[in-house]
């Protein structure tokens, strides 16, 4: 398992050694909103604090990653939840297709 050291503005993270614990990188925690919004079982769309839940994420990524995917048209907001666009199916489908890509390239090798 690979450890890479992190860089933080204005301070220095205290050495401590590899755990099972690995950061996600942003579009991991854009697919995994899409995937809660997607695979939630409610005709009315899912909420907030379901999304939440889902995908592991405080409030204050919530809302970030939200209005991201908001602004980039991947979910709509129809009054009762939020769902996914066509936009939205699109792009988890594709990264579901590269993960699975990469994934068999490197059983090639």
């Not at 919004?37 to 939200?66: C, H, P, W």
């Amino acid at each position: 398992m690979a450890y890479f050291h992190l860089v933080f503005l204005g301070r220095t993270p205290a050495r401590s050694p590899p755990t099972q614990f690995m950061k996600r990188d942003r579009v991991t925690i854009i697919r995994d909103i899409l995937r809660a919004v997607k695979d939630f079982k409610r005709e009315e769309g899912i909420r907030k604090t379901n999304i939440m839940q889902s995908a592991n994420l405080s409030s204050d990524q919530f809302k970030k990653y939200l209005t991201l995917m908001y602004i980039n048209g991947l979910v709509k907001f129809d009054g009762d939840g939020y769902r996914l666009t066509e936009k939205g199916l699109a792009f988890l489908n594709m990264f579901e297709d590269m993960k699975l890509t990469l994934r068999m390239q490197m059983q090639i090798r």
